[in-house]
C-alpha cells in the first residue's frame, strides 16, 4: 500500500497500545511539512526561500494531496507566491486530523470515541493493518542504522523528521547521538535533484521558524 509522507508520519507518533498521538504539536508540523514536500515532489508546488508558489492544477489522484492542493490554491489566489511558514502555520492545526481520516479510509487505523471522565470526548486511533508500519521502521531502520542508500521519498521523510526532532519516535530504544547524526547527514546528502533538497531545507528553516514562534507565544 502506498501512504503519504504526512501518513508516515503520523503512523511513527501513534503509540501502538493506546492509539493516541505522541509529540503532537512537533507532530502537526512535520504531517504539514509531509503534505507540502509530496505536493512539491509532485510537481504541484514549489518551494524556494522563505516563500510557497503555486507550479500546476492537475489532480495527483490521493484525496489527501489533492484537497490541500485545492486549499493552497484558493489561499495563494490573486498571488504569485505567499510565505512558506504562513502556510505551515495555517495548515499546522487541521493536517492532523485530516491525515487521520486518510488513514481511517485505507484502514490502515480506525477510529475509536469515548468520553473521558464521562464528559469530554476523547478519539484514538489504533492500528487496523500493521504491515504498513512495519514496512516503514523496517526501511527507515535500513537507512539510518544499517546505512542503505535512501531513494528521494525516503530521504525526505528522515529530512521532516530530523528537523522536527522526532528521532524518538522512530527509534525509541537505540541511542540518540548517532541516529541524529546519520538523519542529518541524510538530509544534507545527495539523494535528489539540487530543486528538491533545496526545497526542503527551505521548509525545514520554515518549520523551525513557526516552532519558535509558537514556544514563544506559548511561554
Known sequence: MT?????EIMLLSLDDRTGSTQQR?????????????????????SVAGKHLAWAGAAPIGDRLLDSRMALIETWLQ???????????????PKAVAATLESLCRRGVVVEEKHKALGMFPVRRY???????EVELRDRLRAVVLDRAEP?????????????????????????????????????????????????????????????????????
Not at 3 to 7: G, P
Not at 161 to 183: E, G, N, T
Open 126 to 132: 489504533p492500528e487496523a493493518d500493521g504491515t504498513v
Open 151 to 219: 531513494d528521494v521519498r525516503t530521504a525526505g521523510l528522515i529530512a521532516l523528521i530530523h528537523s522536527a526532532k522526532l528521532h524518538r519516535l522512530v527509534f525509541p530504544d537505540i541511542p540518540l547521538k548517532p541516529v541524529v547524526a546519520r538523519m542529518a547527514e541524510v538530509a544534507d546528502g545527495r539523494w535528489a535533484a539540487e530543486s528538491v533538497r533545496a526545497a526542503i531545507r527551505d521548509m525545514q528553516a520554515a518549520m523551525a521558524a513557526v516552532t519558535v514562534i509558537t514556544i514563544a507565544s506559548v511561554t
Open 3 to 7: 501512504v503519504t509522507l504526512a501518513e
Open 78 to 92: 490573486g498571488r504569485g507566491k505567499r510565505r512558506v511558514t504562513e502556510w505551515l502555520t495555517k495548515d499546522q
Open 25 to 45: 504539536q512537533a507532530v502537526g508540523w512535520a504531517v504539514a511539512g509531509g503534505i507540502l514536500l509530496d505536493l512539491v515532489l509532485a510537481g504541484r508546488v
